[in-house]
């Protein structure tokens, strides 16, 4: 039997890179500005940018949407509000990236508790080894950050939530789910910061480079959403999870680049652990030989750009 193409593994990757920079942006913008001020902001700019791209694709939407698509889209937004929380305070940038991207171990125990769809031992072996690699790489600062734990912890398993519905979302097209997704947590960050923000720390509407920095971080989560939907709606999600742990890896360097971060030896050695089952999945994952069936995307909708 054929093996999976490739091409979710590398949107997934691409998804990875996107929302790193984009929570480097918001961590830097939250000197200034909000935490709830910027997931709407966010927010709002991925319904912008993913209205304009469905209206130039003339994508199908509707409001009237399934009861998957609607769990993906209001447990995506509390993922949404507790990323954004677990990203600005207590916890050093590297450490935040590694609490909310621990959620391929819950994609795994949720595929198989839920789907009765069990992993086979090559993904077990990389998702223990991803999960080393988190323990490895996350500092001793949980003690003083309990709440951000709490909700560090709440984010990965939304987000899991979120990936098991994805991949059962194939039908649809996914510039709609991202619309739609767009919409619903647009309305939530929304009445978030309207009901509990204040309302003086917007300071990045105050500059120049403020303002482009919203503008990248909006386009950056756009992207990253589109190349995520289109990763768990065709490809394995338990194998699509553990090359999103590559996401730790961008968290790390973003650290040390923008933060000075120095980093020990089994720091060094849980990126290693992260960065080894992203590869082997994608080693492995080869393209099917010449009078294959078809692979699964070929049945698929159209793909988004």
Known sequence: ???RPVRPYFWMLGSAASFATMGALSRLLAVSSDWRFLALVRAALMLLFAGI???????????????????????????????YYTLTHDLPFAEATTLIKSYPIWVAL??????????????????????AGVAAISQPHFS????????????????????????????????AIVLHFALVSTVAMGAVYLLTAPKTTIGAFTSTRGLLMLLAMGVLGTVGQIALTKA?????PAKVSVVGLSELIFGVIYDRVLWDRRFGAV??????????????LLATSRRPRGGSPP????SAPAEAP
């Open 53 to 83: 791209i469905a209206a130039g694709s003339r994508t199908p939407f509707s409001l009237v949407a399934t009861p998957i698509l609607w769990m993906r889209s209001l447990v995506g937004s509390l993922s949404m509000i507790c990323t």
């Open 110 to 131: 949720l595929s198989w508790l839920v789907l009765r769809d069990r992993p086979s031992l090559k993904v077990w072996i990389a998702i223990l080894a991803g999960a």
């Open 295 to 298: 692979p699964l995307e070929a």
């Open 144 to 175: 003083h950050a309990s709440l951000t734990l709490a909700i560090g912890v709440l984010s990965a398993m939304c987000t899991a939530v979120v990936m098991l519905g994805l991949n059962r979302l194939s039908t649809i097209e996914p510039r």
């Open 267 to 280: 720091t060094l050695a849980g990126i290693a652990l992260v960065a080894a089952p992203t590869a082997w």
């Open 1 to 3: 039997m054929s093996a």
């Open 232 to 236: 768990f709606a065709f490809g394995d």
